[in-house]
């Protein structure tokens, strides 16, 4: 009989993943259920396979996907694709090229399903509870929102996994995050991940895997919760969970390369047996009340400086006041707006565009500001414009794009410009993060959208009050 | 495969800023590139250099010669943010072998062992001593685990398999597939 012990989620996941458990001179060998590659990261871990004439493993287990490096404007009367570099049209063409020779699924260019690698994955059920998940990418996290062990690994790594399907891994200490009570109207998903990093600070789950629990995140529909377990690497953690329930198994649902039929209640009833024992046991329990959360906007040059939108700039920090031209003291809404960016795997989900939609409909973006709004994947475009929003927006005066990464990391071109403020419902607002000078400001799609309207930051609830009100 | 790392005698440099992360390291727009060597130019770039490519004299690193300062020292939780390797191999490429912090960040500890880059985490007392004295000497002894300068001596601690990979050139990727009989063992018994 295997012990009674109770577990938490992430060991459950842990524990059936070892094909050998670590040792005091050697880490555990964990089996790598589906990979994930994009151009970025995944050119070098090719070729270190080719220099010891080894293919990949398991190409059915390896999922490929165009993203960062790829322009956001459309095909050229020439019909060439608008590359920011001859470079990133070639790192493109490498990925189709190391795909299409080792038999690698890729959602490339004339892929209907081509998208941010953390939006389409779990878009086709490709994602699904108890996996483990990898790709050269610190925001893999994003995929535990289905109970999934997701975790970003470097280049060396992606090469492990392409040659054996597994990875060389010490076992991470447990932090449970539970956020109790409700999120007040025109507070959400990433208004709580910016709070909750804002708790714990930076390095604050270092070491660590995250379970997000409690009434809030069980509340939480399933682009939020992805939005939480996204920004779990903004606190330096492994990773972010949250137990399947419910809501994740009626989202999985029907999605083309999850189970179907008789075989997806069946795959159903061992994802609800995933949850944490009763009685199972963190390394370190945080609480937060969510009652209290409300639209953040962060002031500074790393993720854990959110406060909320009717306070003040602290003291202390100095020098990342000065780079974003900020006083302490000043309230944070009413700062000048240059750019506002809405997308990324943060935020670039239906439910996000939605919410950004819902304060722009029928208003102007402010004379001045660059709006650019960018799907996260085709299918989230097409549900927007089948539902209107790309009207909204180009009415509104925004820019609607095609779907990749753009702005949040200013790869393809898409950047702000030196000294200019981005309201961004991006993950990251390091110094020149979305361009040489560029100050960013973290927010969530309403919050982005209001201030593009106003041409300051602005909170977002009056909007929506006018609305339905 | 990196050569072995024993003993690492070099002078420091030292960065006290908090929350170095890859973005300052290497900016991503640089990360076009399907190579991983020659990277060292573009490490700290922009901290190195302004917008119109024109060095800053005020930035350290451009006013030591790196094959002469190979340990570089950082304020606590550096290399937080994103996986790219490509921050390691500028690391090295400029010519550091090993960076000292109060906290380093996970993926950063997991890419710089797997390239000859030593992670060393110590002590605040050690760190203010250590960042004290830039440019002086240090010595990082990998098989003690000791970091040693003027009077003090710091112990540090690595994982102990990639320990091993660095003192005795030990090829990880080598390794893991001399371990594909246990992992098909694993598939079988998994399998539908």
Known sequence: MPSPRSRTLFEKVWDSHLVEPEGDDRPGVLYVDLHLIHEVTSPQAFTALAERGLKVRRPDLTFGTLDHSTPTLPTRADGKRPYVTAEAESQVHKLEENCLAQGIDLEGWDSPNRGIVHVMAPELGLTQPGMVVVCGDSHTATHGAFGALAFGIGTSEVSHVLATQCLLQRKAKTLRVTVDGTLAPGVGGKDLALAIIAALGIGGGTGSVIEYAGEAIRALDMDGRMTVCNMSIELGARAGMIAPDETTIAWLRGRPRAPQGAAFEQAAQRWRELASDPGAVFDREVRLDASTIKPMATWGTTPDTGIAIDTNVPEGQSRARDYMKLKAGQPIAGAHVDVVFIGSCTNGRISDLRAAADVMRGRKVSGGVRALIVPGSEAVRREAEAEGLDKVFLAAGAEWRLPGCSMCIAMNGDLVAPGQLAVSTSNRNFEGRQGPGARTVLASPATAAASAIAGHIADPRPYLEARHG | MAEPFKILNSRTVV??????????????????????????????????????????????????????????????????????????????????????????????????????????????????????????????????????????????????????????????????????????????????
């Open chain 2, 15 to 192: 960065l006290t800023d908090e929350n170095i992360d890859t973005d300052q390291i290497i900016p991503a727009r640089f990360l076009t590139t399907t190579e991983r060597e020659g990277l060292g130019r573009l490490a700290f770039h922009d901290w190195r250099y302004d917008s119109e490519g024109r060095a800053n004299g005020t930035c350290v690193l451009n006013r030591i010669a790196p094959c002469a300062h190979r340990i570089l020292v950082a304020g606590r939780n550096f290399g937080c943010g994103s996986s790219r390797e490509h921050a390691p191999w500028a690391l090295t490429d400029f010519g550091f072998r090993a960076v000292v912090s109060t906290e380093i960040a996970d993926i950063f500890t997991s890419n710089a062992l797997k390239n000859g880059l030593l992670p060393v985490v110590v002590d605040q007392a050690t760190w203010d001593e250590l960042a004290s004295k830039p440019g002086g000497t240090a010595a990082i002894d990998l098989e003690s685990c000791e970091l040693r300068f003027g009077n003090h001596v710091a112990k540090f601690k690595v994982e102990a398999f990639a320990r091993r990979c660095l003192l005795d050139g030990v090829d990880t990727l080598g390794w893991l597939l001399g371990r594909l009989p246990q992992i098909e063992t694993y598939e079988g018994l998994r399998a539908p």
